[in-house]
């Protein structure tokens, strides 16, 4: 009898790993889709809705995003988290994916259980900025003024736990400076309340930053990431200018629910290097500040599991209260 069983064990066993490469031969065949956290219109939609159309060509089937915002992004990944593990339900999350397990008091799903890391797409810089009317010039002037005047500077901040307060807050843990937040509803309103010296730093992303730097609304103090952008090559990074080590990026990445058949998730992050690759696809990202990334499923899960516990940290250094 017991043989018995183990040979039933063993035969099912086989026929879900046919089962498994059968459907992984035959993907995709039928629409797919991809769910984005944020409304459309915004940086994650227009790059989700570029992949899309080229996934669409490549694959031979509909690629259809859906906008599902609310909760911080929690709302699209709960459903992606609970979708059938068959690569037809994909999101497409940003850095906020590595930062809602430490920022929420509790999230609906395991943020590494149950999701199956794809690829990360892009990266992109954030900058440092001052407002010209506060006649900051540089980090190190940033620095000298507020470890002179603590508590005294301002900088603006479009949310607790969203990656342009928490690089700040890197940067106040790493230099050991004060200065106070001013909340804004996004970075469109942050830039305008530099321009009118309402606030006098602050972190934003370059690719809404530059034109307002060329035009000389704004001041660059320093690139976030470890090394200078080719969107802006002339601005030194935050750790060339006074801050040694200091590197903080966005981006943003795919995602599929956990036990997603390896040969699928192997498919998809294929593909959309490939699209990622594209001459025309390579001169959008230039326009929006983006570098391509389109790295395996083993590299971009090491990546993952790394940003959340970095973040994690960031979290507990600036004694930030779970939301």
Not at 246 to 266: C, D, M, N, Y
Request: charge should be neutral; include cysteine; hydrophobic fraction near 45%.
């Amino acid at each position: 009898m017991q043989r018995l069983l183990t040979a039933l064990g063993v035969l099912l066993g086989i026929c879900g790993l046919t089962a498994s490469s059968a459907s992984a031969q035959t993907y995709p065949s039928h629409p797919i889709r991809l769910m984005v956290p944020f409304a459309a219109g915004g940086a994650v939609d227009v790059l989700a809705r570029l992949l899309g159309s080229k996934l669409s060509e490549q694959l031979g089937q509909p690629v259809i995003v859906e906008n599902k915002p609310g909760a911080g992004g929690t709302l699209a990944a709960d459903l992606v988290a609970k979708s059938a593990p068959d690569g037809y339900t994909i999101l497409e999350n940003t850095n906020g994916a590595a930062i809602a397990p430490a920022l929420y008091k509790s999230l609906p799903f395991d943020a590494e259980k149950d999701f199956a890391p794809v690829t990360q797409l892009v990266a992109s810089n954030l900058i440092l900025v001052a407002s010209p009317k506060s006649g900051i010039t540089s980090v190190q002037d940033l620095i000298d003024r507020a470890r002179a005047n603590p508590d005294k500077l301002n900088y603006g901040s479009s949310g607790v736990g969203n990656p342009l307060h928490l690089t700040m807050e890197m940067l106040k843990h790493a230099t050991g400076i004060q200065i106070q937040a001013v909340p804004f509803r996004g970075d469109a309103q942050i830039n305008a309340a530099l321009i009118t010296g309402e606030v006098e730093v602050a972190v934003v992303p370059l690719a809404t930053a530059v034109p307002l730097i060329k035009d000389g609304r704004i001041v660059a103090l320093g690139i976030t990431g470890a090394k200078r952008s080719p969107a802006a090559p002339e601005i030194p990074t935050i750790a060339e200018s006074g801050v040694p080590g200091f590197a903080s990026t966005s981006w943003q990445g795919l995602f599929v629910a956990a036990k997603t058949p390896a040969p699928i998730v192997e498919r998809i992050q294929r593909e959309t290097a490939k699209a990622l690759g594209l001459p025309d696809v390579q001169a959008r990202l230039g326009t929006m500040a983006y570098e391509g990334v389109g790295n395996t499923p083993a590299a971009f899960d090491a990546f993952y599991k790394a940003e959340i516990a970095m973040f994690a940290k960031v979290i507990e250094d600036a004694r930030i209260p779970k939301q």
